[in-house]
């Protein structure tokens, strides 16, 4: 199954000249979309396919065909290759580089555009090497003004963008003037940027530089003393009515000329809205797909309920409804910003009425995904390759606050972090999912392993009770080291035999309950792991678990307690049943009763499996 991670950059080419950088570089190629190219004199196993002719001619004969290329060569003579194809950054695929020991990854072109910058954090967390980003937005941890927008579904407008972006890595004053569109991009910036947000009337501010985030289109100087850029939010939603067999090119003269009129921009329109009996209309199917809008249609009975300012009874007794352009815009976008609108032309058949309405929300146009992600036990080094490549990649990561927190390394700049406190876990799988509907990428951290008492469970629950069909949001989850194999892996190897997980927080569990399953899982012998044993209000079940046990087991059974396990506060204790209550015990602590086999040895804590007791003549 490939990584989901990578699709975004499909088609992507990765190309090894020798057997050494052909090691490095396929495990790259084994999970994810991407070709592994070698010269037909290496001989390497798996999918890869092979060149005859020369690099130079096989790059050529491949660039196009793909959104970015992965080398493992020489820095130089990558350039050199690449050099004689570059046209330009907005066309160019991305390149990176990966050094013949695999550890440094370098984004090398279309950093931004082409999102190498992005690309080589992700291949640089898949190999454990370091990324090399040398871009100005990178080293302010700043979003990078000529792509943030896209992740919000965004589309650029005119301006002087080079002159924009030179200001920023100037960290010179770039005024902001956003009209519509998502604010969550102001509320993860660092605390030292150089945006002032500002409305547009303030003239107080001088500012070097200047992005408006509107759906207005507006003209912008070749000659000003600062440089200015558009982003235009996809916040606009056309509606039409027509008559039967109407032109495209008069529904596309009717949209842009009011578009024009209104000084409203065309690339802030998110789709075409109309009554459903034009689901059909060949017309408004070609300019939609001509244009990539998605069409949206309602029922006649669903229009007739809205208020508009110029109904008509003739489009009543037509197709049962006072209005359909006006009506259609207000259900899509609700607030109508130009009535309806009549064009006919001498030289095409049909009619098309037109009405405008602005959403509050951008339609983003992207399938949202949810990353169920395991971050082990917290430090760096215990989490997956796959995990923290997700997380790097996800537009939004959303966890309990001292979980963020030990993540805030693998976080990248123009990133959503939403970080809530430990008891608000079902509000953080309903905010992911609202995320995700809306076409964000969401990478939902707990400790340890996500499928053992994480959020994968409560997300999918959610996602089950709101009807989810299985495909829209995507759900992809990325396991990790669970607490009891971290526990575990400090004290020994305790679980070596049949073992069983128990937490005794009762807040979502009948504590008879857990009672019942203690009891059981004393009298049968299993080693046990106690998840959540004790907080600063709950103190008895701690105690209680060690009185059912100490029914079953003896005294001196080995008990290991562990808080923190691989985290700066580490503490690792050996004690016995009988003693374990006497040790700090508190909810970041994991604790592992062994069974009547369990012993001690030299500190540590070992549960025989049984081979040095089998006999080789029952085999």
Known sequence: MNNPCFEQFAPIAAIATHHQAAQIIAPLAQNSPIQ????ASLKQQGSSQHYDNSLKEHLASIWNENQALVFCLATGAVVRLIAPLLQNKAEDPAVVVVDAQGDYVISLCSGHQGKADLLTQLIASQIGATPVITGASYGLS???????????????GEGDWTGVMAAVAKQQTIQIVQEAGSTLWQEHLPQKHPFSFVSDTQTEIKPQAQI?????????????DFPRVQWHPKVLWVGIGCERGTSRALIETAIDETCKTYHLATESIAGITSINLKADEAGIIEVCQRRNLILKTFTAE?????HVPTPSAVVKQEVGTHSVAEAAAILAGENLLVSKQIFRADNQSGAVTVAIAQADQEYIGRTGKLYLVGIGPGNLDQITPAAKTAIIEADAVIGYSLYTDLIKSLQRSGQIVESSPITQEQQRAKRAIELAKWGLTVAVVSSGDCGIYGMAGLVLEELQAAGWNGKTPQVQIFPGISALQSAASRVGAP?????????????????????????????????????????????????????????????????????????????????????????????LTTVIIGNTT??????????????????????
């Open 142 to 156: 700043l979003p990078a003004i000529d792509i943030f927008g896209f992740t919000y579904g965004w589309r650029k």
């Open 212 to 224: 408006w985030i509107s759906p207005i289109k507006r003209k912008i100087a070749p000659k000003k």
């Open 598 to 619: 369990t012993r001690n040895h030299a500190e540590w804590m070992i549960t025989p499996r049984g081979y040095l007791g089998f006999s080789q003549e029952e085999e």
């Open 495 to 587: 679980l070596m035999h049949d073992f069983c997980a128990i937490s005794l927080s009762d807040l979502l569990t009948p504590w008879e309950m857990i009672q019942k399953r203690l009891t059981a899982a004393a009298s049968g012998d299993f080693i046990t792991v106690l998840y959540n044993p004790r907080s600063q209000t709950r103190t008895q079940q701690v105690v209680t678990a060690q009185s059912i046990f100490s029914q079953y087991r003896q005294p001196d059974t080995p008990v290991a307690i562990v808080h923190g396990a691989y985290r700066d506060d580490e503490q690792v204790i050996l004690t016995t049943l009988a003693e374990m209550l006497e040790q700090p015990i508190d909810m």
């Open 302 to 306: 669903q229009l007739d309920q809205v």
């Open 36 to 39: 592994l190219w070698l010269p």
